[in-house]
């Protein structure tokens, strides 16, 4: 699997292009993970987003009309992998559809 996905840090007014090269799905929920290939904006308050950095995210798709879908934090560090699973805590405003 691989695609492009922008990640932007709002509060920080920082956006990241992500090389995503695998995914994990468990049930509601994924695990996307990738390497960082372009950084926009001033990271100086967020020094761990940076190109070339490993990062992973979760995200949880609570189904149509039930609640707000969720997401992670970009979680930044070598290690980062698809078999991480991070805390869904931060609503989106869009959908998420998570299908095997």
Partial sequence: MHGLLQYNFRNAGVTTSMNITCFEIDGNRATLSG???????????????????????????????????????????????????????????GNISIKP
Avoid at 43 to 64: C, K, L, R
Avoid at 65 to 92: E, F, H, M, P, R
């Fill in 35 to 93: 390497e960082i290939i372009n950084v926009t904006g001033d990271n100086t308050s967020i020094p761990w987003v940076f190109e070339g950095q490993h990062a992973s995210f979760t995200v949880e798709d609570s189904g149509n009309g039930k609640s707000q879908d969720k997401i992670s934090d970009l979680l930044c560090y070598s290690g980062a992998s698809c078999s991480d699973d991070w805390n869904t805590y931060l609503t989106v405003s």
